[in-house]
């Protein structure tokens, strides 16, 4: 999500979606994945492969965006990114849902890496708490803010969906915090 204005008025101004990972290989939509509910070996040489053609993938779709974002005229003081955990995977001990975790950390970390390496700053939110944070820190009720959530995302046209709503209150808190 785009959100301009400030922390008392914002106006989401464009969604984008960044693939991070090529849709033309399937196994790098869950690279710790070997096939259904079976984790890959983490030592594994495909696994490798996948990763370091994720990182490279998400890197240029993150600069695409970037680009397309200055292009326009607008200039990003930051990004904030909303994930649904920041668990260390090696804490878990179901195999399938530590791949899980290992490809969220993957991503949150190839995401930022590639916002570093144009020296934009980013927040990670975790989705859960995102609403507590955020009534806290902008002085709303968090019903107040998700009435709010919600009347952001008219002028978009289209759905609007928890996702779309933790993004932009996520670019929210960065916004305000500038």
Known sequence: MLVEGTAESPQVVARHIVELSDPDVPAARQPYHASTGLARELDSPELHRLIADIQAYARNSVAELLNRIASSGRRLA?????????????????????????????????????????????????????????????????????????????????????????????????????
């Open 78 to 178: 930051g990004a904030g990114i909303a994930v649904g955990s920041e668990i260390d995977p090696a804490r878990i001990g179901n195999p399938h849902v530590r791949a899980h975790a290992n490809e969220g950390r993957l991503f949150r970390t190839v995401v930022q890496g590639a916002l570093a390496e144009r020296s934009l700053p980013s927040s990670i939110f975790v989705e859960r708490e995102l609403p507590g944070l955020a009534a806290q820190r902008l002085g709303q009720s968090e019903a107040a803010l998700k009435r709010r959530l919600t009347e952001l995302g008219r002028p978009l046209g289209g759905s609007w969906r928890r996702d779309d709503k933790m993004a932009a209150l996520a670019a929210w808190l960065v916004l305000a915090s500038y």
